[in-house]
């Protein structure tokens, strides 16, 4: 079974603090992902990588950036946490596809409830 | 860019009861995945439908995948209390970036 696992379950923080969200998979996928899941808004894509040092933007990349220094770990960064980021971060995983052909299916973490004082 | 909505947004149904989600895309997709949420979970990934006006079944789940490739729907048949979570549909339209819809929360009660 694929296993997706994040540094924090639960997380508070203040305002203006730098922020690292972490995230492994073990099952060798290329790509991963990064969401933030808001009631009525459904998951929302903030950056996602195909590949190790590589990234692309999502939907809401503002306020984030993300790291991946190697194939199993994707980093999400709030450089400066602001109250409007308070949310529920989704990690997820899935194989690599060639161009133009769509992804298997993604893999979620439990996710890091982050709260923003 | 690509936009995914479901409808509704949440709904409350007796043990026993029908319930159908629809989801609406603004652009055609080139695939359509379900995923379920429990209460307190992550989602969890349901079916994948690729052609057109495909339909699957799961024992009581049945999904389809509209003619046109823009719209899905799931409907649960008899519904228990273990269907009790959040239904998100996702689709990958010309980018290769899968976008998920706004959600259905379903509420089953005794």
């Known amino acids: 079974d694929v296993k997706v696992t994040q540094s924090s379950r639960y997380l508070v923080k203040r305002t203006g603090e730098k922020v690292f969200l972490e995230c492994v998979q073990d099952?060798?996928?290329?790509?991963m992902f990064w969401y933030r899941q808001d009631p009525g808004l459904g998951l929302r894509l903030i950056y996602f990588?195909?590949?190790?040092?590589?990234?692309e933007k999502g939907d809401i990349p503002e306020g984030y950036s993300v790291s991946r220094e190697k194939k199993e770990r994707f980093s999400l960064i709030l450089e400066s946490a602001s109250t409007n980021q308070t949310s529920m971060y989704l990690c997820?995983?899935?194989?690599?596809?060639?161009?133009?052909?769509?992804?298997?299916?993604?893999?979620f973490g439990p996710g890091t409830r982050l709260t923003v004082l | 860019g690509q936009q995914v909505m479901q409808i509704p947004q949440y709904q409350h149904v007796q043990e026993g009861e029908d319930f159908t989600t629809y989801c609406n895309s603004s652009?055609?997709?080139?695939?359509i995945q379900w995923y379920k949420q429990r209460p307190g979970g992550h989602p969890v990934f349901l079916i994948q439908?690729?052609?057109?006006?495909e339909v699957k079944k799961q024992k009581r789940l049945t999904f389809q995948f509209g003619e046109a490739k823009k719209n899905s729907s799931l409907h649960i048949t008899a519904t228990q209390t273990t269907d009790v979570g959040t239904y998100f549909c996702a689709g990958h339209g010309t980018a290769s970036k899968l976008t998920f819809g706004t959600g259905t929360r379903l509420q089953v009660t005794l």
């Open positions: 990588s195909y590949d190790v040092k590589m990234k």
């Open positions: 652009t055609t997709l080139s695939n």
């Open positions: 099952m060798d996928h290329e790509n």
């Open positions: 997820a995983s899935s194989l690599n596809f060639p161009s133009g052909t769509p992804t298997d299916t993604q893999y």
């Open positions: 439908l690729v052609k057109s006006g």
